[in-house]
T-cell receptor, first 112, second 115 residues
């Protein structure tokens, strides 16, 4: 079935650093969504992208919808401790309508 | 405005039993979705209900079923529980419509443990 590949699988951040993660697919997506999930909670929608090439910001977060419609990236600038969590990309592949496919997640941890 | 709510928070069952999980969507949302998130894994799509009808189903056996009520709340039923059904079950809601429905908002989940 449709798959979204996220990388990296995990990363360590130091306060103040900028971090980046991305998501790729072998097929076209018409929408890209980025979610953050804290332990024991449901995912929270961070950014939604609807047009190829679109660049959207939400505070310190910036996400882009790739031109090929097969990828997206999420940047976090000036990271802070509460940025720790798991970030998921998601989208409805092709004609799948409302069914979302999720990437495997990028686990963001604080550098010891 | 209240977000998506789910009950119970935790549920412990034994193999072979049935589990019922409940979800109330955000006011104004007519679509409800169910996802399974096994420990350490991503979210797997289970079911989509809209206007009381099942609209789409993920790659899960028939013992996973559900329904949506006239007030748009939803139930997920899992029959003949197996150990591997232990997971966080997440409910999400959205407005109807392909593009609008892409923005799904999640509840806190029900942690189901099968012993």
């Amino acid at each position: 079935g449709q798959q979204l590949n996220q990388s990296p699988q995990s990363m360590f951040i130091q306060e103040g650093e900028d971090v980046s993660m991305n998501c790729t697919s072998s097929s076209i997506f018409n929408t890209w969504l980025w979610y953050k999930q804290d332990p024991g909670e449901g995912p929270v929608l961070l950014i939604a992208l609807y047009k190829a090439g679109e660049l959207t910001s939400n505070g310190r977060l910036t996400a882009q919808f790739g031109i090929t419609r097969k990828d997206s990236f999420l940047n976090i600038s000036a990271s802070i401790p509460s940025d720790v969590g798991i970030y998921f990309c998601a989208g409805p592949p092709g004609a799948a309508g409302n069914k979302l496919t999720f990437g495997g997640g990028t686990r963001v941890l604080v550098k010891p | 405005e209240a977000g998506v709510t789910q009950s119970p928070t935790h549920l412990i069952k034994t193999r072979g039993q049935q589990a019922t999980l409940r979800c109330s969507p955000i006011s104004g949302h007519t679509s409800v979705y169910w996802y399974q998130q096994a420990l350490g894994l991503g979210l797997q799509f289970l079911l989509w209900y809209d206007e009381g009808e099942e609209r789409n189903r993920g790659n899960f056996p028939p013992r996973f079923s559900g329904r949506q009520f006239p007030n748009y709340s939803s139930e997920l039923n899992v029959n003949a529980l197996e150990l591997e059904d232990s997971a966080l079950y997440l409910c999400a809601s959205s407005f109807t419509g392909v593009s609008l429905g892409n923005e799904q908002f999640f509840g806190p989940g029900t942690r189901l443990t099968v012993l």
